[in-house]
């Protein structure tokens, strides 16, 4: 299966997988009429029936819904995207589920997709790379909720968001005066407080149990924040990080790479304990590049 969209006998393999009556589908986007995507209010999960109840619709590639979970009914009649894992290979159709005399069905399209985990590459201009634990390095991921270089705001947040995360920020800034901690003009505080309280999209993976690299969500020429699962932190306290950033420009000079370490000042964590946000200070870099940092924060 080295291709991304998958057909013909791949499908068929796949299609015998999906029909052992114990292959769990995950609806987590709902496409609306004006082409965007969200996620369903609750996560939706169906079953389909087993392959000797289903044989009178195959041939129109109809599957048969054995059960349903979830607010199912939000998606009835609408194209929708399932989600569901084939040894461990997450992978994607998207169909249609809708109802006939009491029983709910789904069409089975031609192709099926591998997901994917997205690119590394800041839309080809900017990438990181994390050095840790001797030898070992990880490229950082990127997050669309939290443009980099720019004053990360909270004006396109819920109410609601926007007060836990403003009693964050204070608390947070208080503890600061206690421990006596520069943290500047606070900025960054807005991005962690978003990334702790704010409910998380559902989303899912490429492959299976696999750790997710952090999350590039704040930097400016004094800070660095990463964002990462309880589950997958790699990052300890009071530590310093060798740190690798590369830009493409526009130009004579294509490209730029910063080197620069960073101390870890504090690990926050979510109220539910399975999200973290890692704010490091920059500690370790030439004057050049610390200009080059501030400027692109103030011009983005």
Do not use: W
């Not at 109809?62 to 992978?91: C, T």
């Amino acid at each position: 299966m080295a291709d991304s969209v998958l057909t013909g006998i791949e499908r068929t393999l796949i299609l015998e997988y999906l029909l052992d009556g114990k292959t769990s589908l995950e609806v987590m986007l709902q496409s609306e009429e004006n082409n965007q995507t969200v996620n369903p209010s609750s996560r939706i999960k169906i079953l389909l029936q087993d392959k000797p109840k289903q044989e009178k619709f195959l041939k129109n590639n109809i599957l048969l819904v054995k059960s349903i979970s979830g607010e199912y009914k939000s998606v009835l009649n609408k194209e929708i995207q399932v989600n569901f894992y084939f040894n461990n290979l997450g992978l994607s159709f998207f169909t249609k589920l809708f109802e006939n005399n009491g029983y709910y069905f789904l069409t089975f399209p031609e192709k099926i997709i591998k997901i994917s985990d997205g690119t590394k590459i800041l839309e080809g201009k900017f990438s990181a790379t994390v050095f840790y634990s001797g030898n070992s390095y990880i490229e950082c991921d990127f997050d669309e909720n939290f443009p980099l270089f720019k004053k990360p705001e909270l004006s396109d947040l819920d109410a609601d968001i926007q007060k836990k995360i403003c009693a964050f920020i204070e608390a947070s800034i208080q503890q600061a005066k206690i421990n006596k901690k520069d943290i500047g003009n606070g900025l960054f505080l807005i991005s962690a407080g978003k990334y702790l309280l704010s409910k998380e999209a559902a989303s899912f993976d490429s492959i299976k149990g696999r750790a997710k690299a952090p999350a590039l969500i704040y930097i400016d020429q004094d800070r660095i924040l990463f964002a990462v699962k309880k589950s997958d932190m790699i990052f300890s306290s009071d530590r310093e990080y060798q740190i690798e950033l590369n830009f493409r420009l526009a130009g004579p000079v294509k490209r730029r790479s910063v080197s620069l370490s960073v101390l870890v000042e504090e690990i926050f964590e979510s109220p539910d304990r399975t999200k973290m946000v890692c704010h490091t200070s920059i500690k370790k870099i030439m004057e050049e590049d610390k200009r080059f940092l501030g400027d692109k924060f103030l011009k983005a």
